[in-house]
């Protein structure tokens, strides 16, 4: 059950309306890394979760979450305050409108949204409940919701360097710090259970949980402890990394009915490439400048 308080988390105040810069300010309302999109994942984790106190955790959190989406919200609305209500009467002309909102996105915003906030990215894109890549296990949730944060902070932060309104700074910079604390208390919350590594219940198979493989080779090449060290047995050379199982490193597949091999034979037959003769293609045909090496020439057009 939600009760709403009318009174905001943190006090919103803007100092001149700037429909562009509310369109910017939508990367966190209707975003991939935005307040929705924290929100929904953070509940719906909270409905599932069997362990009481991240159950706890997670509903408030989630719940905080909403009442950001209700301070960025109010940050869009205020900056779309003006051009809300000329929009509504009519009294903008085209050419005003195109100049107010320097043809950017923004000028898509208003017209479809009457200058209200969206759910929405800053490109115009839909939210989407894809955004919540929850998956049920807890040490894999919170690793992902760390990540979230971490990602919501740097977009906070970079919304904060192109925003010149110190009001608009100010709540910010808030949201940015709760992104920090949120942060934390996943940490400490993905600690306490022990273990947490690897995510699930099936252990890894030993054989293979230390191998690194060196597949990209070559001027670059670097050392560190994601690679070197006695946790690590570095595989380097091209025929050890194939095969790793000991077989030939090949595709097969058994327990086909005498019917569904005929049937595959007679595919492979009725559409074996012919590797006699060259035809003569459309490429060939309506080849020009620039077309290369094409039959009938022996030199590149």
């Known amino acids: 059950m939600f009760m709403h308080n009318k009174r905001l988390m943190y006090t919103v105040r803007v100092e001149r309306p700037d429909p562009v810069l509310a369109t910017l300010m939508l990367e966190q309302f209707g975003g991939p890394q935005g307040e929705l999109a924290a929100a929904m994942r953070y509940f719906t984790q909270g409905l599932g979760e069997e362990d009481a106190g991240r159950k706890d955790l997670l509903l408030d959190i989630a719940t905080e979450e909403l009442s950001h989406l209700e301070i960025i919200g109010s940050i869009i609305t205020l900056l779309n ?3 809300k209500g000329e929009l509504a009467e009519g009294t903008i002309e085209v050419m005003e409108m195109r100049g107010l909102t320097q043809n950017s996105t923004s000028h898509t915003e208003a017209i479809l949204y009457g200058g209200g906030p969206a759910l929405v990215n800053s490109s115009g894109v839909p939210w989407t409940a894809a955004y919540v890549d929850s998956i049920g296990d807890p040490t894999a949730d919170f690793r992902s919701n760390i990540a979230a944060e971490a990602r919501a902070k740097l977009v906070y932060e970079r919304l904060i360097n192109v925003t010149p309104d110190p009001g608009i700074r100010d709540a910010l910079r808030f949201l940015m710090t709760r992104e920090i604390a949120h942060q934390k208390s996943f940490e400490k919350a993905l600690y306490s259970i022990e273990p947490n590594f690897p995510p699930g219940k099936a252990p890894g198979d030993p054989e293979f949980t230390d191998l690194y493989m060196d597949m990209s080779q070559g001027d670059g090449d670097m050392s560190g402890p994601w690679n070197s ?9 091209r025929d050890e990394q194939s095969a790793l199982d000991g077989g ?4 097969s597949v058994g327990g086909l009915s005498e019917s569904q091999t005929a049937a595959l034979e007679a595919l492979a037959l009725r559409t074996a490439s012919v590797l006699e003769g060259d035809p003569t293609t459309g490429a060939d045909l309506g080849a020009g400048l620039g077309a290369g090496a094409t039959k009938g020439s022996r030199t590149p057009n």
């Open 81 to 83: 305050k003006g051009v």
């Open 248 to 251: 030939e490193g090949t595709a």
């Open 229 to 237: 060290g006695e946790q690590w047995t570095v595989v380097s050379s």
